[in-house]
Structure formats: structure tokens, C-alpha cells
């Protein structure tokens, strides 16, 4: 796989990175039904020539940190990027928790789960509207000094958030969700190409009735020779040069699908004709 790379900080990674979300059970809670094959479909993301593997504390909790470290601990060139500031207390229930004190903890969790002195990417899961964010930010501040990190993100965040954020700390990357048929933070990613920020996309492959089975874009897709997953990457991955897609999957037949994206060029006419169906 060879698609084309990002730099952000001291940091390369090819820019079709993996999602490790969905290497958990039900809900996002306890270990996966099948622990084996998401261990292969981690090994088997690096072979395909993922090296970005993104996670964080509150899956599992814990479970797809520890399943990582498992399956490709010591990394190498790999960089996995784990986020904290969004507890799961139960299936597929989330609470936004920034208190500094907490997100500190949660790094130095982080960094013994993932057997990392210092970890790769640490972003901010989501901004925590009960505490100030200026004390969030200087927290992350803090740890990059200390170098318990080597590079900050934020996630689910706004222009405006993002600028506050860069009073403070160096923003390498952002993680929003974006796919062909949800550009609700176009906005978000213009800025990121503006400023140089790796916008990494969760959420990435197209869905709803446009997507459906049978749909306009399916339809589109096998006009192209490739599936609705790929279509959505493909487009991604072109749509501007700061894109990070980071499909997930717990299943090996799912992650070479997804990876066959990276080898998918599209044309100034399905990119007119994707955009005029979404219209």
C-alpha cells in the first residue's frame, strides 16, 4: 500500500491510518467476541502498510490499548495515537471528563497499557464544557514539556476551539467526523489545510440512503469497479492533502477492503458526479 503520507511534528505516517475502536465487544464494552481475529487484523494492517493506529483509554475501557500492545508491541515505525478526556461508564454511554487531574492519570495509564515511554499522539477525546478549557489545554501542555508526549490533537472540536487551543498548545492534528455524505465540518478541515493540521476522520465511510444498498452512490461505485467503502476513502484521501481516514473493523475481510482504497485513484468526473449526487 503506498498512498501518499502527512507530516505532522517530527511524526510521517501514510494517510490511510486504522481506527482501533471496533476491536471491543458490543457497545464498545469488554473484549471482542473474537479475540484472535482482531489481534490478525492488527498484525495484518501493519503488513497491508498501515503505520497510524489510533485508539484511546475509553475503549473497552482499556480493552484496544491492551490488544495493540498485544499484537504489535515494540512498534517500530508504527505510531498509535490514543486520546483521554471522554469516560465510557457502560455499552455505548460516554462522559465528557477534562479535569486535569484526570486526563494526567489517564496519560500515564496510557503510557504503561501501551509499554510507551513516551506516547506518539495524545489528543484530547473531547472538550469538557464544566471545566475551563484553558486549564485542559494547559494540562496537555504540561506533558508535552515534560515529554510524556511527543505530539498533542484534539478531538470533535470547532474553528474557534482549535484557535483556542494554538494560544496554548501546538495542534498537530484533529479528529472529526467527515465522509461523503456528512460535511458538517468542512469548516474544520479548510483551517486544517490552511494551518498545516493533520485532520484525521473518523466515521469515514459514507452512509444513509444515499449509500444504501442499490443507492446513487453504490450505483456510482459499481460504475467504478469498487465498493461504497472504497469510494468513501478513495474520495477522502483526494479531497485534500491533510486527510487521515482511520476506518475500523474487527474483521480481516473488512480491513483489505478497506485497504485496496489506498490503490484507488478517482477522476474529475466522479468527483463531480459524487458531489452532484450529494447535492
Request: proline share 6%; charged share 20%; with cysteine.
Amino acid at each position: 500500500m503506498n498512498p501518499p503520507t502527512f507530516t505532522y511534528a517530527n511524526q510521517t505516517v501514510h494517510r490511510l491510518g486504522f481506527g482501533a475502536m471496533r476491536i471491543t465487544g458490543p457497545g464498545i464494552w469488554g473484549y471482542p467476541q473474537d479475540r484472535a481475529e482482531c489481534l490478525a487484523v492488527l498484525r495484518r494492517a501493519v503488513e497491508l502498510g498501515v503505520d497510524l493506529i489510533d485508539t484511546a483509554d475509553s475503549y473497552g475501557p482499556c480493552v484496544s490499548e491492551e490488544l495493540i500492545t498485544e499484537a504489535l508491541h515494540p512498534y517500530d515505525h508504527v505510531k498509535i495515537a490514543t486520546k483521554a478526556g471522554l469516560l465510557q461508564t457502560g455499552p455505548n454511554v460516554w462522559v465528557p471528563c477534562g479535569r486535569p487531574d484526570y486526563l494526567r492519570q489517564q496519560c500515564e495509564l496510557s503510557l504503561r497499557r501501551l509499554s510507551q515511554e513516551s506516547l506518539d499522539l495524545f489528543q484530547l477525546h473531547r472538550i469538557d464544557p464544566t471545566v475551563p478549557m484553558d486549564e485542559q489545554f494547559g494540562l496537555l501542555k504540561a506533558l508535552l514539556d515534560e515529554g510524556k508526549v511527543q505530539t498533542l490533537g484534539l478531538s470533535e472540536v470547532s474553528v474557534d476551539e482549535i484557535k483556542a487551543a494554538q494560544e496554548t498548545i501546538p495542534v498537530a492534528t484533529v479528529q472529526n467526523l467527515y465522509n461523503v455524505t456528512n460535511r458538517k465540518n468542512k469548516d474544520v478541515l479548510n483551517y486544517c489545510q490552511e494551518q498545516g493540521i493533520g485532520f484525521i476522520v473518523w466515521f469515514p465511510v459514507a452512509a444513509g440512503d444515499l449509500a444504501r444498498s442499490g443507492g446513487p452512490l453504490d450505483t456510482l461505485a459499481v460504475t467504478c469497479g469498487v465498493t461504497v467503502a472504497q469510494l468513501s476513502l478513495a474520495w477522502l484521501l483526494h479531497c485534500s492533502p491533510v486527510t487521515i481516514p482511520i476506518p475500523g473493523t474487527s474483521k480481516l475481510t473488512h480491513l483489505e477492503e478497506n485497504c485496496a482504497a489506498a490503490h484507488i485513484t478517482l477522476d474529475d468526473a466522479t468527483f463531480a458526479a459524487i458531489d452532484a449526487i450529494v447535492a
